[in-house]
């Protein structure tokens, strides 16, 4: 039971970032004795709810310009994976000697539950329900959380009974840890990514590294064979779709461990390479928890994909419609496409975030046979691969739905694999998701 008093009993504690996390963490931080003071600059109404509902549990909490005006110094600062350190809030607290940890870091200093922890580019949220679900069907009590599902302080607070935390961790969690040490560490994959968050690719590449510093010679690491990672003391596992020489490979549609077939692709619900990874990935996390491989293949068998992940989204006079609006960024939208058996007719685009799309050119002029984009950078995808293949910009994803259908052929997909972020036309990829649905929904009842 987290008490009610402790270590943090009159230390000044600023947690910044009011969103799922920094809730948590106010709350986790209060019952552990703290003077709590929640800030976030921002002037949303979800903002000033959040403080409202702090504040009546009499947790002080200051928003927009008062945030960036508060006085106190203070002895902790706890960070939401939302809020940037080199933001003017951030740089108002560090700039005054604050020690700065992740939400994630400060959760578990307060829990002796050892950690599963998947990070990467891609994957990890799939990869992360994959291993939980595994985890509860042999009997073992764990739950996802972290960066999906539930933020950790909130299950430390809880005090939920667990054998293990389950849990996805992002460059943006994982860039202010200080002891945080899994006992499974999973590194799913790198790619260019968040350079709208991290000044640079080695800057990124470092935060997500730091999975790897505090492992010892006890713990494991599962990473992709195709991958650099730093040196670690850990026993290492790797997987590859592939390599052939991974440990775990995959080979005409069955996944092998050391070459002995484990789990055949079409026994389960999850298709492509990168799916097949997943499913490496978390029977490689398993196994080094315990779990025997039978037992797993046998879980894994019926679990279906994640929502927004390759998603069957409905078909339209012979032509199927695909949801990944997952495809936060280039890699997975080229994962997605090399998924694809046939040609299909690719919907990409959203958020402007600095990317280099030319060198997946070649793969859309061999896996398409018409492009449409929507978003901020629409125009910008339009122009570079219109040489090598035709595409069209669309002012909305509604348009881009109608004008994919009537450039598909019967027996042709159409696939929704942004390539980038929503967040200049959604609320997140969830919201994008669901809409493409939608306007798929329409074309089938009119």
């Avoid at 809030?89 to 050892?114: C, M, N, Y």
């Avoid at 109608?402 to 980038?420: H, K, Y």
């Amino acid at each position: 039971m987290i008490p009610a008093s402790g270590k943090y009993r009159g230390q000044r504690v600023a947690v910044l970032g009011l969103g799922q996390s920094g809730l948590a963490a106010a709350r986790l931080a209060a019952r552990l004795g703290a003077d709590v003071t929640a800030l976030d600059s921002g002037n949303s109404p979800a903002a000033a709810t959040a403080a409202a509902t702090l504040i009546s549990e009499g947790i002080h909490s200051l928003t927009g310009p008062a945030a960036l005006a508060c006085p106190t110094r203070f002895d902790l600062a706890i960070l939401s994976p939302a809020i940037d350190p080199s933001w003017p809030l951030a740089r108002l607290v560090i700039d005054a000697g604050t020690k700065a940890i992740s939400e994630i870091e400060f959760a578990i200093q307060q829990s002796s539950i050892p950690v599963i922890a998947i990070t990467g580019t891609n994957g990890k949220t799939t990869t992360t329900a994959l291993t939980a679900a595994a985890l509860s069907a042999a009997g073992i009590r764990t739950l996802p959380c972290g960066n999906f599902g539930t933020a950790l302080a909130s299950i430390v607070l809880a005090d939920t009974p667990l054998d293990v935390f389950t849990l996805e961790v992002s460059s943006f969690q994982l860039e202010l840890i200080d002891s945080f040490h899994p006992h499974v560490a999973v590194w799913m994959n790198f790619a260019e990514d968040h350079l709208d968050r991290h000044p640079d690719l080695n800057a990124y590449y470092r935060a997500k590294a730091r999975i790897f510093e505090n492992l010892s010679p006890e713990d494991f690491a599962v990473v992709n064979a195709a991958e650099s990672y730093p040196d670690f003391p850990a026993r290492k596992i790797t997987f590859s779709a592939w390599d052939q020489n991974a440990d775990w490979s995959l080979a005409d549609g069955t996944i092998l461990r050391h070459g002995q077939p484990v789990l055949a692709m079409r026994d389960t619900r999850l298709r492509g390479r990168h799916n097949a990874e997943n499913l490496m990935a978390a029977m490689a996390a398993c196994h080094a928890w315990g779990i025997p491989i039978p037992a797993l293949a046998d879980s894994l068998k019926s679990i279906p994909a994640p929502r927004h992940r390759c998603e069957p989204a409905g078909s339209v006079n012979g032509v199927d419609f695909i949801n990944d609006s997952k495809a936060t960024n280039v890699h997975a939208m080229e994962s997605a496409l090399r998924g694809m058996d046939d040609k299909v007719v690719l919907i990409a685009g959203g958020k402007e975030k600095g990317l280099d799309y030319l060198p997946v050119t070649q793969l859309i002029a061999a896996k398409t046979t018409a492009v449409f984009t929507i978003g901020e950078i629409g125009p910008r995808l339009a122009a570079l691969w219109g040489h090598a293949v035709p595409c069209t910009v669309c002012s909305s994803l509604d348009d881009a739905v109608r004008a994919a259908l009537a450039a598909a052929s019967p027996g042709q997909s159409v696939l929704f694999a942004p390539g980038t972020s929503s967040f200049d036309m959604f609320t997140g990829y969830d919201h994008r998701g669901d809409s493409f649905i939608q306007s798929v929904n329409q074309l089938i009842t009119p």
